[in-house]
């Protein structure tokens, strides 16, 4: 098993929906983060977390939300989706010391009509 | 000015070439170097990360990082079809990483 999964893997909606995007590790890790990655654009950080009482926004954060239910699980929410939200959404975890090194979801690809 | 620059290719080489991916960066601040390897319909993976400056040898890889120039590389000797993937660059400062666009590489058999 994936030591950090995501889901759905594929989702197709309509606008003005509301999509959750849920990532579960079995890293142990306390850092947890939400990209979304665009062609050409490269990976860009919407909401990252620390620890569970830590929420703190990216680069991208603007209409989208985020909940750390527990150590080992973080969701992202789109309120209400919009086309320019369609794109590869990828969980990402870390031990937050030394390098820090990203440990990546296998991707959520979110098509928003 | 963004935080890091990279060609994004994309990139198709003959098997056996020898591949040289480039990044510029503009923060001082970055003191890990790192390169993610990331396949079709796959998470980004890392490969290997060069603290400082200097070279960082891992099989047919190489990392290069100069601070004084801004200017990180990943050289690839001998590649193999089974390189073929897009590499993203990432300076990191241990608590902030900031992507490259990536660069797509195709090795042709």
């Known amino acids: 098993d994936a030591d950090v999964t995501q889901t759905p893997r594929n989702r197709i909606t309509k606008t003005g929906k509301r999509i959750m995007l849920e990532c579960s590790q079995t890293?142990?890790?306390?850092?947890m983060y939400w990209y979304r990655q665009d062609p050409g654009l490269g990976l860009r950080l919407i909401y990252y977390?620390?620890?569970?009482?830590?929420?703190n926004k990216g680069e991208i954060s603007d209409g989208y939300s985020v909940s750390r239910q527990a150590q080992a699980k973080f969701s992202l929410s789109l309120e209400s989706a919009i086309p320019n939200q369609t794109a590869l959404y990828f969980c990402?975890?870390?031990?937050?010391f030394g390098t820090g090194e990203l440990f990546f979801g296998e991707g959520s690809r979110l098509t928003v009509l | 000015q963004k935080e890091v620059e990279q060609d994004p290719g994309p990139l198709s080489v003959p098997e056996g070439a020898i591949v040289s991916l480039n990044c510029t960066y503009s923060?001082?601040?970055?003191?890990?170097f790192m390169w993610y390897r990331q396949y079709s319909r796959k998470g980004p993976e890392l490969l290997m990360y060069?603290?400082?400056?200097g070279n960082k040898e891992d099989g047919r890889f190489t990392a290069q990082v100069d601070k004084s120039s801004k200017y990180i590389s990943l050289f690839i000797r001998d590649s193999q079809p089974s390189d073929s993937a897009t590499y993203l660059c990432?300076?990191?400062?241990?608590?902030?990483?900031?992507f490259g666009t990536g660069t797509s590489l195709t090795v042709i058999p």
């Open positions: 977390s620390f620890d569970v009482k830590d929420i």
């Open positions: 890293k142990g890790h306390d850092r």
């Open positions: 990432a300076p990191s400062t241990g608590n902030q990483f900031y």
């Open positions: 990402a975890t870390s031990l937050g």
């Open positions: 923060n001082s601040a970055f003191q890990y």
């Open positions: 060069t603290y400082s400056s």
